[in-house]
T-cell receptor, first 110, second 111 residues
Framework: QQPVQSPQAVILREGEDAVINCSSS?????VHWYRQKHGEAPVFLMI?????EQKGHEKISASFNEKKQQSSLYLTASQLSYSGTYFC???????????FGGGTRVLVKP | DTEVTQTPKHLVMGMTNKKSLKCEQH?????MYWYKQKAKKPPELMFV???????INESVPSRFSPECPNSSLLNLHLHALQPEDSALYLC??????????FGQGTRLTVV
């Protein structure tokens, strides 16, 4: 079962902040975040392995709440280059099954 | 080297054609994946190979046939496709349960 992302779309002005959520009904081994720009392949941003762990990439950070089976991605002081579609991915250990949430389209305007 | 190479980048094929998509990685990854992606949708898992053995087949129609000749190569053989199979086909690789690296994809059009 694929994870659920919210919101589906976000429009920001440069410098504004946003939060993208990813939740699962099943116990999570890890949560991965990817960004895909139009016409390109998804690019890995970060991985969360432990409950409560936060990792960062530029001004993008994320947290993982193991109890709630939820991860959040924080876009801080957004830049034009942050535009794209963000996907969270989760593994089912059996068979290395990596599936993605529905995606959140982010548009950062000047 | 974190590169996954896919060929061709674009492919147009008729419904009676047979073609193959190729994927190569030299990162020593033991898991390789095929995904299908339609416009404005997430990548949809098709197949997973773990240690060169098919571990996941997401009920994909038999007109798609995967092959993993060795630990660096992954093929997807296409036969008698339908127009609705037109999509971006993405290959990815990873160590088991770790970060997946994607190729640039093959944009497939079935006419």
């Amino acid at each position: 079962q694929q994870p659920v992302q919210s919101p589906q779309a976000v429009i920001l002005r440069e410098g504004e902040d946003a939060v993208i959520n990813c939740s699962s009904s099943k116990a999570l081994y890890s949560v991965h975040w990817y960004r895909q720009k139009h016409g390109e392949a998804p690019v890995f941003l970060m991985i969360l392995l432990k409950g409560g762990e936060q990792k960062g990439h530029e001004k993008i950070s994320a947290s993982f709440n193991e109890k709630k089976q939820q991860s959040s991605l924080y876009l801080t002081a957004s830049q034009l280059s942050y535009s794209g579609t963000y996907f969270c991915g989760t593994y089912k250990a059996a068979g290395n099954k990596l599936t993605f949430g529905g995606g959140t389209r982010v548009l950062v305007k000047p | 080297d974190t590169e996954v190479t896919q060929t061709p980048k674009h492919l147009v094929m008729g419904m009676t054609n047979k073609k193959s998509l190729k994927c190569e990685q030299h990162m020593g990854h033991r898991a390789m994946y095929w995904y299908k992606q339609k416009a404005k949708k997430p990548p949809e898992l098709m197949f997973v190979y773990s240690y060169e053995k098919l571990s996941i087949n997401e009920s994909v129609p038999s007109r798609f046939s995967p092959e993993c000749p060795n630990s660096s190569l992954l093929n997807l053989h296409l036969h008698a496709l339908q127009p609705e199979d037109s999509a971006l086909y993405l290959c990815a690789s990873s160590q088991p349960l770790e970060v997946a690296f994607f190729g640039q994809g093959t944009r497939l059009t079935v006419v």
